[in-house]
Protein backbone atom coordinates (compact mmCIF):
# COMPACT_ATOMS: atom_id res chain seq x y z
CA UNK A 1 0.00 0.00 0.00
CA UNK A 2 1.48 3.50 -0.80
CA UNK A 3 0.74 6.62 1.39
CA UNK A 4 0.78 9.20 -1.24
CA UNK A 5 -2.78 10.48 -2.21
CA UNK A 6 -2.76 9.47 -6.26
CA UNK A 7 -5.02 12.28 -6.95
CA UNK A 8 -3.72 12.45 -10.81
CA UNK A 9 -5.20 12.87 -13.27
CA UNK A 10 -8.18 14.89 -11.19
CA UNK A 11 -6.98 17.48 -9.01
CA UNK A 12 -8.97 18.26 -5.64
CA UNK A 13 -9.23 21.43 -3.91
CA UNK A 14 -6.47 22.78 -1.99
CA UNK A 15 -9.26 22.92 1.04
CA UNK A 16 -9.73 18.80 0.55
CA UNK A 17 -5.73 18.15 0.41
CA UNK A 18 -5.16 20.36 2.82
CA UNK A 19 -8.01 18.99 5.24
CA UNK A 20 -6.17 15.22 4.15
CA UNK A 21 -2.95 16.05 5.63
CA UNK A 22 -4.32 17.64 9.13
CA UNK A 23 -3.89 15.05 11.87
CA UNK A 24 -7.64 13.60 12.61
CA UNK A 25 -8.42 13.37 16.66
CA UNK A 26 -11.58 12.83 18.35
CA UNK A 27 -14.19 15.44 19.02
CA UNK A 28 -15.53 15.45 22.45
CA UNK A 29 -16.93 17.87 24.80
CA UNK A 30 -15.97 20.58 21.77
CA UNK A 31 -12.75 19.94 21.40
CA UNK A 32 -10.73 17.65 19.31
CA UNK A 33 -8.60 15.12 21.34
CA UNK A 34 -6.13 12.28 20.89
CA UNK A 35 -7.79 8.48 21.36
CA UNK A 36 -6.95 7.64 25.58
CA UNK A 37 -5.24 4.13 23.85
CA UNK A 38 -2.86 6.16 20.33
CA UNK A 39 -4.94 3.90 18.10
CA UNK A 40 -5.02 4.76 14.51
CA UNK A 41 -6.66 3.89 11.29
CA UNK A 42 -5.87 3.79 7.65
CA UNK A 43 -8.37 5.75 5.55
CA UNK A 44 -8.09 4.06 2.29
CA UNK A 45 -9.27 5.21 -1.21
CA UNK A 46 -10.95 2.55 -2.72
CA UNK A 47 -10.27 3.57 -6.09
CA UNK A 48 -6.48 3.15 -5.81
CA UNK A 49 -6.50 1.07 -2.71
CA UNK A 50 -3.95 3.75 -1.55
CA UNK A 51 -3.66 5.75 2.09
CA UNK A 52 -5.46 9.08 1.82
CA UNK A 53 -5.60 10.00 5.21
CA UNK A 54 -5.33 8.47 8.93
CA UNK A 55 -7.78 9.34 12.00
CA UNK A 56 -8.01 8.10 15.57
CA UNK A 57 -9.12 4.51 17.10
CA UNK A 58 -11.42 5.22 20.01
CA UNK A 59 -11.43 3.02 22.87
CA UNK A 60 -13.97 2.65 25.29
CA UNK A 61 -12.33 5.50 28.07
CA UNK A 62 -13.00 7.55 24.89
CA UNK A 63 -16.63 6.52 24.75
CA UNK A 64 -16.74 7.66 28.83
CA UNK A 65 -15.27 10.82 28.33
CA UNK A 66 -17.44 11.43 25.01
CA UNK A 67 -20.53 10.28 27.06
CA UNK A 68 -19.46 12.53 30.67
CA UNK A 69 -19.79 15.49 28.01
CA UNK A 70 -22.81 14.65 26.06
CA UNK A 71 -24.55 14.51 29.88
CA UNK A 72 -23.36 17.43 31.11
CA UNK A 73 -24.74 19.26 27.75
CA UNK A 74 -27.87 17.91 27.95
CA UNK A 75 -28.66 17.89 31.67
CA UNK A 76 -27.24 21.52 31.82
CA UNK A 77 -25.24 24.18 30.01
CA UNK A 78 -26.74 26.19 27.03
CA UNK A 79 -28.20 23.24 24.91
CA UNK A 80 -30.49 22.19 27.89
CA UNK A 81 -31.98 25.59 28.15
CA UNK A 82 -32.44 26.32 24.21
CA UNK A 83 -35.85 26.51 22.94
CA UNK A 84 -36.74 24.59 19.70
CA UNK A 85 -36.67 27.78 17.46
CA UNK A 86 -33.16 28.06 18.54
CA UNK A 87 -32.21 24.38 18.07
CA UNK A 88 -33.42 25.45 14.43
CA UNK A 89 -31.79 28.00 13.97
CA UNK A 90 -28.77 26.41 14.09
CA UNK A 91 -29.76 23.27 12.03
CA UNK A 92 -29.96 25.66 9.05
CA UNK A 93 -26.80 27.60 9.72
CA UNK A 94 -25.52 23.75 9.83
CA UNK A 95 -27.67 23.51 6.38
CA UNK A 96 -26.27 26.33 5.01
CA UNK A 97 -22.88 25.91 5.78
CA UNK A 98 -22.65 22.42 4.38
CA UNK A 99 -23.72 23.69 1.28
CA UNK A 100 -21.07 26.53 0.99
CA UNK A 101 -18.53 23.52 1.83
CA UNK A 102 -20.40 21.01 -0.32
CA UNK A 103 -17.60 20.72 -2.71
CA UNK A 104 -15.05 19.76 0.18
CA UNK A 105 -17.05 17.54 1.40
CA UNK A 106 -18.39 15.89 -1.92
CA UNK A 107 -14.22 15.50 -2.66
CA UNK A 108 -14.00 13.70 0.41
CA UNK A 109 -16.98 11.45 0.39
CA UNK A 110 -15.48 10.71 -3.62
CA UNK A 111 -11.91 10.11 -2.28
CA UNK A 112 -13.26 7.77 0.83
CA UNK A 113 -16.48 6.20 -0.37
CA UNK A 114 -15.71 6.50 -4.16
CA UNK A 115 -19.05 6.64 -5.19
CA UNK A 116 -19.24 9.21 -8.00
CA UNK A 117 -18.33 13.19 -7.57
CA UNK A 118 -21.19 13.70 -9.61
CA UNK A 119 -23.29 12.02 -7.07
CA UNK A 120 -21.88 13.38 -3.97
CA UNK A 121 -22.25 16.86 -5.86
CA UNK A 122 -26.09 15.74 -6.83
CA UNK A 123 -27.38 13.60 -4.09
CA UNK A 124 -25.36 13.08 -0.59
CA UNK A 125 -24.86 17.07 0.05
CA UNK A 126 -27.95 18.58 -1.31
CA UNK A 127 -29.82 15.81 0.56
CA UNK A 128 -28.39 15.81 3.56
CA UNK A 129 -28.32 19.64 3.80
CA UNK A 130 -31.91 19.91 3.32
CA UNK A 131 -33.14 17.44 5.17
CA UNK A 132 -31.53 19.40 8.10
CA UNK A 133 -34.00 21.90 6.91
CA UNK A 134 -36.57 19.97 7.17
CA UNK A 135 -35.56 18.40 10.83
CA UNK A 136 -34.98 22.14 11.68
CA UNK A 137 -38.70 22.36 11.16
CA UNK A 138 -40.03 19.90 14.00
CA UNK A 139 -37.48 21.30 16.55
CA UNK A 140 -40.77 23.70 17.15
CA UNK A 141 -43.42 21.34 16.59
CA UNK A 142 -42.74 18.09 19.18
CA UNK A 143 -45.89 18.92 21.15
CA UNK A 144 -47.69 16.34 23.49
CA UNK A 145 -51.28 16.68 23.11
CA UNK A 146 -53.94 17.46 26.24
CA UNK A 147 -55.85 14.92 27.29
CA UNK A 148 -59.38 14.31 29.06
CA UNK A 149 -59.66 11.45 31.01
CA UNK A 150 -62.17 9.60 32.44
CA UNK A 151 -61.62 9.51 35.85
CA UNK A 152 -64.31 10.68 38.82
CA UNK A 153 -63.28 14.40 39.22
CA UNK A 154 -61.44 17.36 37.59
CA UNK A 155 -58.32 16.67 36.15
CA UNK A 156 -56.11 18.65 33.31
CA UNK A 157 -53.90 16.18 31.87
CA UNK A 158 -51.66 16.14 28.81
CA UNK A 159 -48.79 14.60 27.65
CA UNK A 160 -45.08 16.12 27.51
CA UNK A 161 -42.77 15.23 24.53
CA UNK A 162 -39.26 15.55 26.14
CA UNK A 163 -35.47 14.61 24.49
CA UNK A 164 -34.62 10.98 24.94
CA UNK A 165 -31.60 11.96 26.35
CA UNK A 166 -27.85 11.06 24.96
CA UNK A 167 -28.06 8.97 22.10
CA UNK A 168 -25.65 7.24 20.46
CA UNK A 169 -25.38 7.33 17.06
CA UNK A 170 -23.72 4.17 14.94
CA UNK A 171 -23.42 4.57 10.83
CA UNK A 172 -21.95 2.24 7.82
CA UNK A 173 -19.95 3.42 4.86
CA UNK A 174 -22.18 3.41 2.06
CA UNK A 175 -23.89 6.89 2.46
CA UNK A 176 -21.28 7.86 4.86
CA UNK A 177 -22.21 11.63 5.40
CA UNK A 178 -25.74 11.80 4.66
CA UNK A 179 -26.15 8.68 7.07
CA UNK A 180 -24.78 11.03 9.62
CA UNK A 181 -27.26 13.74 8.95
CA UNK A 182 -29.96 11.19 9.20
CA UNK A 183 -28.93 10.89 12.17
CA UNK A 184 -28.37 13.43 14.08
CA UNK A 185 -31.11 15.76 12.08
CA UNK A 186 -33.78 14.27 14.22
CA UNK A 187 -32.06 14.08 17.35
CA UNK A 188 -30.68 17.71 17.57
CA UNK A 189 -34.22 18.34 16.70
CA UNK A 190 -35.39 16.85 19.49
CA UNK A 191 -33.26 18.56 21.94
CA UNK A 192 -30.89 15.13 22.77
CA UNK A 193 -27.06 15.15 22.74
CA UNK A 194 -24.99 12.60 20.40
CA UNK A 195 -21.90 10.02 20.21
CA UNK A 196 -21.70 9.68 16.58
CA UNK A 197 -19.28 6.40 15.76
CA UNK A 198 -19.15 6.68 11.53
CA UNK A 199 -17.61 3.38 9.80
CA UNK A 200 -14.01 2.69 10.57
CA UNK A 201 -13.88 2.39 6.39
CA UNK A 202 -15.40 6.31 5.89
CA UNK A 203 -14.61 8.46 8.46
CA UNK A 204 -13.72 11.78 6.84
CA UNK A 205 -16.83 13.68 6.12
CA UNK A 206 -18.01 13.16 9.92
CA UNK A 207 -15.23 14.66 11.01
CA UNK A 208 -15.41 17.48 8.90
CA UNK A 209 -19.31 17.89 9.52
CA UNK A 210 -17.92 17.67 13.60
CA UNK A 211 -15.59 20.83 12.22
CA UNK A 212 -18.61 22.79 10.99
CA UNK A 213 -21.18 22.46 13.56
CA UNK A 214 -18.65 23.46 15.95
CA UNK A 215 -17.95 26.57 13.67
CA UNK A 216 -21.59 27.28 13.08
CA UNK A 217 -22.01 27.46 17.22
CA UNK A 218 -23.65 24.08 18.74
CA UNK A 219 -22.50 24.31 21.93
CA UNK A 220 -19.75 21.79 23.22
CA UNK A 221 -20.80 18.31 23.97
CA UNK A 222 -23.66 18.73 22.20
CA UNK A 223 -22.37 16.46 19.18
CA UNK A 224 -19.18 14.30 20.02
CA UNK A 225 -17.36 12.19 17.30
CA UNK A 226 -15.96 9.21 17.77
CA UNK A 227 -13.88 7.68 14.98
CA UNK A 228 -13.13 3.80 15.76
CA UNK A 229 -13.73 0.08 14.86
CA UNK A 230 -17.09 -1.28 15.59
CA UNK A 231 -15.86 -3.88 17.69
CA UNK A 232 -14.17 -1.69 20.24
CA UNK A 233 -15.73 2.22 19.99
CA UNK A 234 -19.19 0.43 18.85
CA UNK A 235 -19.52 -2.29 21.27
CA UNK A 236 -18.60 -0.10 24.27
CA UNK A 237 -21.18 2.76 23.18
CA UNK A 238 -24.28 0.03 22.81
CA UNK A 239 -23.19 -1.56 26.37
CA UNK A 240 -22.89 2.21 27.91
CA UNK A 241 -25.04 2.25 30.82
CA UNK A 242 -24.72 6.31 30.55
CA UNK A 243 -26.79 6.52 27.05
CA UNK A 244 -29.95 6.22 26.72
CA UNK A 245 -30.81 5.42 22.92
CA UNK A 246 -29.04 3.57 20.45
CA UNK A 247 -29.66 4.25 16.60
CA UNK A 248 -28.01 2.11 14.37
CA UNK A 249 -27.74 1.18 10.68
CA UNK A 250 -25.41 -1.81 9.55
CA UNK A 251 -26.12 -5.28 9.12
CA UNK A 252 -28.47 -7.30 10.79
CA UNK A 253 -25.80 -9.37 12.23
CA UNK A 254 -24.05 -6.67 14.26
CA UNK A 255 -28.01 -5.44 15.20
CA UNK A 256 -28.30 -8.69 17.07
CA UNK A 257 -25.37 -7.82 18.90
CA UNK A 258 -26.11 -3.91 19.53
CA UNK A 259 -29.38 -5.18 20.99
CA UNK A 260 -27.74 -7.50 23.33
CA UNK A 261 -25.36 -4.95 24.54
CA UNK A 262 -27.74 -2.54 24.85
CA UNK A 263 -29.95 -4.87 27.30
CA UNK A 264 -28.04 -3.71 30.41
CA UNK A 265 -29.92 -0.51 30.77
CA UNK A 266 -33.09 -1.53 28.47
CA UNK A 267 -31.28 1.71 26.69
CA UNK A 268 -34.14 2.28 23.62
CA UNK A 269 -32.51 0.92 19.97
CA UNK A 270 -33.32 1.82 16.78
CA UNK A 271 -31.96 -0.46 13.74
CA UNK A 272 -31.81 -0.22 10.11
CA UNK A 273 -30.67 -3.07 9.04
CA UNK A 274 -30.31 -5.28 5.79
CA UNK A 275 -32.34 -5.65 2.85
CA UNK A 276 -33.20 -8.07 -0.14
CA UNK A 277 -35.81 -5.98 -1.83
CA UNK A 278 -37.48 -7.37 -4.28
CA UNK A 279 -38.84 -5.34 -7.98
CA UNK A 280 -41.87 -7.18 -9.37
CA UNK A 281 -42.62 -7.02 -12.58
CA UNK A 282 -46.10 -7.76 -13.08
CA UNK A 283 -47.55 -9.00 -16.96
CA UNK A 284 -48.82 -5.63 -17.98
CA UNK A 285 -45.58 -3.61 -17.00
CA UNK A 286 -44.21 -1.05 -19.26
CA UNK A 287 -40.93 -3.08 -20.31
CA UNK A 288 -38.72 0.45 -21.08
CA UNK A 289 -40.31 1.96 -17.36
CA UNK A 290 -39.29 -1.03 -15.45
CA UNK A 291 -35.46 -0.58 -17.05
CA UNK A 292 -34.90 2.88 -16.53
CA UNK A 293 -36.08 1.91 -12.76
CA UNK A 294 -34.64 -1.23 -12.41
CA UNK A 295 -31.21 -0.93 -13.20
CA UNK A 296 -30.28 1.88 -10.83
CA UNK A 297 -32.52 0.36 -8.56
CA UNK A 298 -29.97 -2.48 -8.36
CA UNK A 299 -26.43 -0.60 -9.72
CA UNK A 300 -27.11 2.34 -7.83
CA UNK A 301 -23.73 3.55 -5.42
CA UNK A 302 -22.37 -0.29 -7.24
CA UNK A 303 -25.49 -2.00 -5.09
CA UNK A 304 -24.44 -1.10 -1.85
CA UNK A 305 -27.84 0.16 -0.79
CA UNK A 306 -29.55 -1.48 2.10
CA UNK A 307 -32.80 -0.73 -0.34
CA UNK A 308 -30.98 -2.07 -3.41
CA UNK A 309 -33.39 -4.10 -5.62
CA UNK A 310 -31.73 -7.22 -5.44
CA UNK A 311 -34.06 -9.82 -6.56
CA UNK A 312 -36.02 -8.72 -10.34
CA UNK A 313 -38.30 -11.05 -10.17
CA UNK A 314 -40.24 -10.91 -13.41
CA UNK A 315 -43.81 -12.17 -15.15
CA UNK A 316 -42.38 -15.24 -17.78
CA UNK A 317 -44.13 -13.28 -20.62
CA UNK A 318 -42.06 -9.80 -19.62
CA UNK A 319 -38.97 -11.83 -19.32
CA UNK A 320 -37.07 -12.32 -22.23
CA UNK A 321 -37.04 -8.17 -23.35
CA UNK A 322 -36.33 -7.15 -19.73
CA UNK A 323 -33.22 -9.47 -19.12
CA UNK A 324 -32.04 -8.63 -22.32
CA UNK A 325 -32.34 -4.97 -21.60
CA UNK A 326 -31.04 -5.74 -17.94
CA UNK A 327 -27.73 -7.26 -19.61
CA UNK A 328 -27.53 -4.71 -22.40
CA UNK A 329 -27.63 -2.10 -19.58
CA UNK A 330 -25.42 -3.45 -17.08
CA UNK A 331 -22.95 -4.15 -20.01
CA UNK A 332 -22.92 -0.46 -20.65
CA UNK A 333 -22.37 1.22 -17.26
CA UNK A 334 -19.68 3.42 -17.15
CA UNK A 335 -17.25 2.00 -14.00
CA UNK A 336 -14.22 3.80 -12.99
CA UNK A 337 -13.07 6.42 -10.44
CA UNK A 338 -15.43 8.64 -8.94
CA UNK A 339 -13.22 11.44 -9.90
CA UNK A 340 -13.98 11.24 -14.25
CA UNK A 341 -17.09 12.48 -14.74
CA UNK A 342 -18.44 9.93 -17.07
CA UNK A 343 -18.14 7.47 -13.97
CA UNK A 344 -21.55 5.83 -13.30
CA UNK A 345 -20.44 3.22 -11.03
CA UNK A 346 -17.21 3.51 -8.78
CA UNK A 347 -15.51 0.51 -6.59
CA UNK A 348 -16.94 -1.08 -4.17
CA UNK A 349 -15.76 0.25 -1.26
CA UNK A 350 -13.08 -2.24 0.66
CA UNK A 351 -10.84 -5.13 -0.33
CA UNK A 352 -13.30 -7.10 2.10
CA UNK A 353 -16.77 -6.02 0.65
CA UNK A 354 -14.85 -6.84 -2.78
CA UNK A 355 -14.02 -10.70 -1.56
CA UNK A 356 -17.41 -10.38 0.22
CA UNK A 357 -19.61 -10.16 -3.16
CA UNK A 358 -16.72 -12.07 -4.98
CA UNK A 359 -17.60 -15.44 -2.62
CA UNK A 360 -21.51 -14.41 -3.23
CA UNK A 361 -21.04 -14.25 -6.71
CA UNK A 362 -19.15 -17.79 -6.76
CA UNK A 363 -21.68 -19.61 -4.42
CA UNK A 364 -24.15 -18.20 -7.20
CA UNK A 365 -22.40 -20.42 -9.78
CA UNK A 366 -21.54 -23.58 -7.56
CA UNK A 367 -25.52 -23.67 -6.84
CA UNK A 368 -26.35 -23.76 -10.24
CA UNK A 369 -27.87 -20.00 -11.01
CA UNK A 370 -26.86 -19.09 -14.56
CA UNK A 371 -24.30 -15.57 -15.04
CA UNK A 372 -25.44 -13.84 -17.63
CA UNK A 373 -23.63 -10.64 -17.43
CA UNK A 374 -20.38 -9.34 -15.45
CA UNK A 375 -19.34 -11.63 -12.71
CA UNK A 376 -15.45 -10.27 -12.87
CA UNK A 377 -13.06 -7.78 -10.89
CA UNK A 378 -12.34 -5.06 -13.38
CA UNK A 379 -8.54 -5.06 -14.41
CA UNK A 380 -7.19 -2.44 -12.64
CA UNK A 381 -5.94 -1.31 -9.29
CA UNK A 382 -8.82 -0.15 -6.74
CA UNK A 383 -11.92 -2.52 -5.88
CA UNK A 384 -13.81 -2.66 -8.98
CA UNK A 385 -16.43 -5.20 -9.69
CA UNK A 386 -18.23 -5.64 -13.06
CA UNK A 387 -22.36 -5.21 -12.99
CA UNK A 388 -23.31 -8.87 -12.49
CA UNK A 389 -26.67 -10.26 -13.32
CA UNK A 390 -27.87 -13.96 -12.24
CA UNK A 391 -30.87 -15.55 -13.99
CA UNK A 392 -32.44 -18.58 -13.35
CA UNK A 393 -32.04 -17.76 -9.83
CA UNK A 394 -34.56 -20.05 -7.40
CA UNK A 395 -35.65 -19.02 -3.79
CA UNK A 396 -33.16 -21.72 -1.67
CA UNK A 397 -30.20 -20.44 -3.38
CA UNK A 398 -27.90 -18.41 -1.12
CA UNK A 399 -27.34 -15.77 -3.25
CA UNK A 400 -31.67 -15.20 -2.94
CA UNK A 401 -31.70 -15.24 0.74
CA UNK A 402 -28.34 -13.16 1.61
CA UNK A 403 -28.26 -9.79 1.55
CA UNK A 404 -24.93 -9.47 -1.30
CA UNK A 405 -24.15 -5.38 -0.92
CA UNK A 406 -22.68 -4.55 -4.01
CA UNK A 407 -23.75 -4.48 -7.89
CA UNK A 408 -25.05 -8.29 -8.08
CA UNK A 409 -29.04 -8.70 -9.58
CA UNK A 410 -30.53 -12.12 -9.03
CA UNK A 411 -33.48 -12.68 -11.65
CA UNK A 412 -36.44 -14.87 -11.53
CA UNK A 413 -39.73 -15.63 -13.10
CA UNK A 414 -43.38 -16.37 -12.11
CA UNK A 415 -46.43 -17.67 -14.26
CA UNK A 416 -49.61 -16.76 -13.42
CA UNK A 417 -51.63 -13.81 -11.83
CA UNK A 418 -52.42 -14.79 -8.04
CA UNK A 419 -51.15 -12.24 -6.35
CA UNK A 420 -51.51 -13.50 -3.09
CA UNK A 421 -48.75 -16.24 -5.24
CA UNK A 422 -46.71 -13.43 -6.13
CA UNK A 423 -46.44 -11.19 -2.78
CA UNK A 424 -45.20 -14.51 -1.47
CA UNK A 425 -42.31 -15.02 -3.84
CA UNK A 426 -41.57 -11.29 -2.67
CA UNK A 427 -42.24 -12.02 1.23
CA UNK A 428 -40.17 -14.29 0.84
CA UNK A 429 -37.38 -13.59 2.93
CA UNK A 430 -36.00 -12.94 6.36
CA UNK A 431 -35.37 -9.11 5.06
CA UNK A 432 -38.79 -6.21 4.48
CA UNK A 433 -36.99 -3.00 4.02
CA UNK A 434 -38.39 -2.31 0.46
CA UNK A 435 -40.08 -3.58 -2.40
CA UNK A 436 -41.34 -2.13 -6.21
CA UNK A 437 -44.01 -3.44 -8.13
CA UNK A 438 -44.41 -2.09 -12.04
CA UNK A 439 -47.88 -2.65 -13.16
CA UNK A 440 -50.44 0.27 -14.96
CA UNK A 441 -52.80 -1.53 -13.33
CA UNK A 442 -54.36 0.47 -10.26
CA UNK A 443 -56.11 -2.78 -8.60
CA UNK A 444 -53.03 -4.70 -8.94
CA UNK A 445 -51.13 -1.81 -7.31
CA UNK A 446 -52.76 -1.21 -4.07
CA UNK A 447 -53.58 -4.75 -3.71
CA UNK A 448 -50.12 -5.83 -3.87
CA UNK A 449 -49.11 -2.39 -1.76
CA UNK A 450 -51.32 -4.04 1.38
CA UNK A 451 -49.83 -7.80 0.56
CA UNK A 452 -46.04 -6.99 0.58
CA UNK A 453 -44.42 -7.03 4.06
CA UNK A 454 -42.01 -3.79 3.52
CA UNK A 455 -41.32 -0.71 4.87
CA UNK A 456 -41.01 1.08 1.90
CA UNK A 457 -43.47 0.08 -1.50
CA UNK A 458 -42.97 1.99 -4.57
CA UNK A 459 -44.81 1.76 -7.94
CA UNK A 460 -42.92 1.82 -11.37
CA UNK A 461 -40.34 2.97 -9.78
CA UNK A 462 -37.14 1.93 -6.90
CA UNK A 463 -35.20 4.14 -4.42
CA UNK A 464 -37.71 7.26 -3.76
CA UNK A 465 -37.16 9.19 -0.57
CA UNK A 466 -37.49 12.32 0.83
CA UNK A 467 -36.68 13.81 4.45
CA UNK A 468 -40.81 13.49 5.03
CA UNK A 469 -41.07 9.84 4.11
CA UNK A 470 -40.28 7.57 7.02
CA UNK A 471 -37.77 4.70 5.98
CA UNK A 472 -37.42 1.29 8.02
CA UNK A 473 -38.20 -2.14 7.99
CA UNK A 474 -40.56 -4.93 8.77
CA UNK A 475 -39.16 -8.67 9.84
CA UNK A 476 -35.49 -8.52 10.37
CA UNK A 477 -34.99 -5.30 8.79
CA UNK A 478 -35.20 -3.34 11.53
CA UNK A 479 -36.91 -1.37 14.47
CA UNK A 480 -38.42 1.85 14.01
CA UNK A 481 -38.55 4.60 11.57
CA UNK A 482 -36.24 7.50 10.58
CA UNK A 483 -37.21 10.49 8.82
CA UNK A 484 -40.77 11.96 8.64
CA UNK A 485 -42.64 12.66 12.34
CA UNK A 486 -42.24 9.04 12.97
CA UNK A 487 -37.90 9.58 12.99
CA UNK A 488 -38.27 12.35 15.00
CA UNK A 489 -40.28 11.38 17.44
CA UNK A 490 -38.29 8.23 17.90
CA UNK A 491 -35.82 10.82 20.12
CA UNK A 492 -38.26 11.17 22.09
CA UNK A 493 -40.13 10.17 25.28
CA UNK A 494 -43.98 10.74 26.23
CA UNK A 495 -44.29 12.49 29.68
CA UNK A 496 -47.83 11.81 30.72
CA UNK A 497 -48.93 14.57 33.26
CA UNK A 498 -52.03 15.05 35.22
CA UNK A 499 -53.20 17.54 37.60
CA UNK A 500 -56.25 17.24 40.39
CA UNK A 501 -58.30 20.91 39.95
CA UNK A 502 -60.12 19.57 42.83
CA UNK A 503 -59.94 16.73 45.85
CA UNK A 504 -59.22 13.23 44.00
CA UNK A 505 -62.46 11.00 44.65
CA UNK A 506 -62.39 8.46 47.36
CA UNK A 507 -59.90 5.55 45.85
CA UNK A 508 -57.35 7.65 45.41
CA UNK A 509 -57.21 8.99 48.79
CA UNK A 510 -57.61 5.75 50.78
CA UNK A 511 -54.21 6.39 52.27
CA UNK A 512 -54.23 9.99 52.57
P1 LIG B 1 -21.71 -3.41 9.93
O1 LIG B 1 -20.52 -4.27 10.00
O2 LIG B 1 -22.95 -3.81 10.60
O3 LIG B 1 -21.23 -1.96 10.42
C1 LIG B 1 -22.10 -0.90 10.67
C2 LIG B 1 -21.56 -0.08 11.82
O4 LIG B 1 -21.57 -0.86 13.02
C3 LIG B 1 -20.11 0.34 11.64
O5 LIG B 1 -19.93 1.62 12.19
C4 LIG B 1 -19.39 -0.71 12.43
O6 LIG B 1 -18.08 -0.37 12.82
C5 LIG B 1 -20.29 -0.86 13.61
N1 LIG B 1 -20.08 -2.09 14.37
C6 LIG B 1 -19.45 -3.23 13.99
N2 LIG B 1 -19.45 -4.13 14.99
C7 LIG B 1 -20.08 -3.55 16.03
C8 LIG B 1 -20.41 -3.96 17.35
N3 LIG B 1 -20.08 -5.18 17.81
N4 LIG B 1 -21.08 -3.12 18.15
C9 LIG B 1 -21.45 -1.89 17.72
N5 LIG B 1 -21.15 -1.43 16.48
C10 LIG B 1 -20.48 -2.26 15.64
O7 LIG B 1 -22.12 -3.15 8.47
P2 LIG B 1 -21.14 -3.08 7.25
O8 LIG B 1 -20.86 -4.45 6.77
O9 LIG B 1 -19.99 -2.22 7.57
O10 LIG B 1 -22.14 -2.32 6.25
C11 LIG B 1 -23.00 -2.99 5.40
C12 LIG B 1 -24.29 -3.44 6.05
O11 LIG B 1 -25.03 -2.32 6.52
C13 LIG B 1 -25.21 -4.15 5.11
O12 LIG B 1 -25.64 -5.34 5.69
C14 LIG B 1 -26.39 -3.22 4.92
O13 LIG B 1 -27.62 -3.79 4.74
C15 LIG B 1 -26.39 -2.45 6.15
N6 LIG B 1 -26.94 -1.12 5.89
C16 LIG B 1 -28.24 -0.86 6.20
C17 LIG B 1 -28.79 0.37 5.95
C18 LIG B 1 -30.20 0.70 6.30
O14 LIG B 1 -30.57 1.87 6.31
N7 LIG B 1 -31.05 -0.25 6.60
C19 LIG B 1 -28.02 1.36 5.37
C20 LIG B 1 -26.70 1.06 5.04
C21 LIG B 1 -26.17 -0.18 5.32
P3 LIG B 1 -16.89 -0.74 11.78
O15 LIG B 1 -16.91 0.35 10.82
O16 LIG B 1 -15.66 -0.79 12.58
O17 LIG B 1 -17.22 -2.07 11.18
MG1 LIG C 1 -18.00 -3.02 8.95
Given at each position: ??????????????????????????????????????????????A??????????????????????????????????????????????????????????????T?????PL??????????????????????????????????????????????????????????????????????????????????????????????????????????????????????????????????F??S?????????????????????????????V??????????????????????????????????????????????????????????D?????????????????????????????????????????????????????????T???????????C??????????????????????????????????????????????V??N???????D????????????????????????????????????????????
Amino acid sequence: MQSAPALDPYPITAATAAFLKRSHELLIGGRWVGPHAGGTIEVIDPATARRIATVSAATAPDVDAAVAAARAAFEAGPWSAMSGGARAKLLWALADRIAADARVLAELETLDNGKPLSETLAIDIPVGAELLRYMGGWATKLNGESVHIGEPGDFQAYTLREPVGVVGQIIPWNFPLLMALLKIGPALAAGCTIILKPAEQTPLTALRLGALMLEVGFPPGVINILTGYGETAGAAMSAHGGIDKIAFTGSTEVGRRVVAAAAGNLKRVSLELGGKSPMIVMPDADVDAVLAGAVPGIFFNAGQSCMAGSRLIVHETLAAPIIEGMIARAKGIRIGSGFDPSTQVGPLVSQQQLERVQAHIASGLSEGATLVAGGQRVDREGYFLEPTIFTGVTPTMTIAREEIFGPVLCVSTFTGTNLDDIAALGNDTAYGLAASVWTNNLTVAHRMIRKLKSGQVWINAHHVGGPDLPVGGYKQSGWGRELGRAGVEMYTEVKAVAIALEKPGPWLTLKG
